[in-house]
């Protein structure tokens, strides 16, 4: 089992940046797929991002792509959210989840361990 713990969410306009980390603790976690994923008020959690445990490979929700990039940091056990040209849109409760899975997911089922969240809030 791996501990995450989100942080750097906050209020922004739109148009700004937010950088989100999520900082792991517990099992190894350089063989873990990262993933993020959002809650937004009367929504589903949906995907958003996810690297596998090179940082190699990268997939993104058509919602973000081009606007958000996940990075990790292995040595420093980290998996990180950089959010650019932000929309009122992606206001949402933002998890770090982590999977098992050997090949990029962005099935929710598929995450077995999730930290508590981190609100974004975006004003137009």
């Known amino acids: 089992q791996v501990q995450l713990v989100e942080s750097g969410g906050g209020l922004a306009r739109a148009g700004d940046s937010l950088r989100l980390s999520c900082a792991a603790s517990g099992r190894t976690f350089d063989d873990l797929t990262m993933g993020w994923f959002r809650e937004a008020p009367g929504r589903e959690r949906e995907f958003v991002a996810a690297?596998?445990?090179?940082?190699?490979?990268?997939h993104y929700s058509d919602s973000v792509k081009g606007r958000f990039t996940i990075l990790r940091d292995n040595r420093k056990r980290m998996v990180n959210l950089q959010m650019d040209s932000l929309k009122p849109e992606d206001t949402a409760v933002y998890y770090c989840a982590s999977s098992s899975s050997v090949v990029i997911t962005s099935t929710r089922a598929e995450y077995a361990d999730w930290g508590q969240g981190t609100q974004v809030t975006v004003a137009s």
């Open positions: 690297v596998t445990w090179s940082g190699v490979n990268k």
